[in-house]
C-alpha cells in the first residue's frame, strides 16, 4: 500500500508540474504553487520562474500574491546570496556572531530540544561534524526553544545539547519562532539548514541524511 501510495503522490506530482508549466494564464496552476510552496518540493528559483510565467491577470489572484510575498521574503536567503549576518547569546550567554566563525564551509542548524525530527537528525549532524571538522566544517546551532509548553526552555536547550552530544556553536534568543535570527531567515518550519561557503555565500539548503554528508564531502574532500 505504502508504494502504491507514493506511486500516486509521484504521478500527482509529475501532472502538477506539467500543469503549471502547460498553463501559465490558469488560476489553479497559482493555487498548485502556492500549496506547494512549503513543502520543499521546488527550488526557490523554480518558483520564481512559475511566477514570472504568470499572466498579468493571474498575478493579480490571492494566490500568486502570495507567492510574490513569499518570494519577496525568501529572496535574501537564497542560494547564491550572502547568509544574512546574525549574532545572539550562547548557553553561557557570550554573544556569538557568525560572521566570526565561518570556516571552509559552515552550516547554520534550525532545531530545538522539543523538535523531534531535529533531535533524530543529530547523530547524523554529529556524524558529518566529527569527520570534517578537521577538514575546515564549522556548525551553528540556532535554537528555537522558547516554546510556550517547556517550562524552563533554556534548561532544555542545554540538556538537548548535551545529550546529543552537539559539540558546536550554539546560540539562541529563546524565542520560539519569534527568534529573530528565524525571522531574518524566514523560518517556518525546522529542521531547516542552510550550507554556507567561506565567504558566507549560500551553497546549498536543507540537506539531511546521506545528502547532506554527500554535499560537505564534496565540498570539503
Same mark, same amino acid.
Given at each position: 500500500l505504502?508504494?502504491?501510495?507514493?506511486?500516486?503522490?509521484?504521478?500527482?506530482?509529475?501532472?502538477? $508540474?506539467?500543469?503549471?508549466?502547460?498553463? %501559465?494564464? =490558469?488560476?489553479?496552476? *497559482? $493555487?498548485?504553487?502556492?500549496?506547494?510552496?512549503?513543502?520543499?518540493?521546488?527550488?526557490?528559483q523554480q518558483i520564481k520562474n512559475w511566477y514570472e510565467g504568470f499572466s498579468?491577470?493571474?498575478?493579480?489572484?490571492?494566490? &500568486? %500574491? &502570495?507567492? *510574490?510575498?513569499?518570494?519577496?521574503?525568501? &529572496?535574501k536567503t537564497a542560494i547564491g546570496e550572502k547568509a544574512p549576518e546574525f549574532?545572539?547569546?550562547? /548557553?553561557?550567554?557570550?554573544i556569538i556572531a557568525?560572521?566570526?566563525? $565561518?570556516?571552509?564551509?559552515?552550516?547554520?542548524?534550525?532545531?530545538a530540544a522539543w523538535c523531534g525530527p531535529c533531535r533524530r537528525e543529530n547523530p547524523n549532524v554529529v556524524k558529518v561534524y566529527e569527520k570534517y571538522h578537521d577538514k575546515g566544517l564549522e556548525?551553528?546551532?540556532v535554537s528555537l526553544d522558547?516554546? /510556550?509548553?517547556? %517550562?524552563? =526552555?533554556?534548561?532544555e536547550w542545554i540538556k538537548a545539547i548535551e545529550a546529543d552530544n552537539l559539540n558546536w556553536y550554539h546560540v539562541s534568543n529563546l524565542q520560539y519562532f519569534n527568534d529573530p535570527i528565524a525571522k531574518a531567515?524566514?523560518?517556518?518550519?525546522?529542521?531547516?539548514?542552510?550550507? $554556507?561557503?567561506?565567504?558566507?555565500?549560500?551553497?546549498?539548503?536543507d540537506l539531511r541524511g546521506? *545528502?547532506?554528508?554527500?554535499?560537505?564531502a564534496e565540498l570539503l574532500n
Open positions: 505504502r508504494k502504491e501510495q507514493q506511486s500516486l503522490y509521484t504521478e500527482n506530482d509529475a501532472f502538477e $508540474l506539467e500543469f503549471m508549466d502547460k498553463y %501559465k494564464d =490558469a488560476a489553479l496552476s *497559482a $493555487l498548485i504553487l502556492e500549496r506547494n510552496l512549503y513543502a520543499k518540493k521546488f527550488t526557490f498579468d491577470d493571474i498575478k493579480e489572484t490571492r494566490s &500568486a %500574491k &502570495a507567492i *510574490a510575498d513569499y518570494i519577496s521574503n525568501n &529572496a549574532s545572539g547569546p550562547d /548557553p553561557d550567554g557570550e557568525l560572521n566570526n566563525i $565561518l570556516g571552509k564551509v559552515t552550516i547554520i542548524d534550525f532545531w556548525i551553528i546551532g522558547g516554546n /510556550p509548553r517547556q %517550562k524552563v =526552555a533554556k534548561n531567515y524566514n523560518i517556518n518550519s525546522i529542521p531547516a539548514t542552510f550550507i $554556507l561557503d567561506a565567504e558566507g555565500k549560500i551553497i546549498a539548503k546521506a *545528502a547532506l554528508e554527500a554535499k560537505i
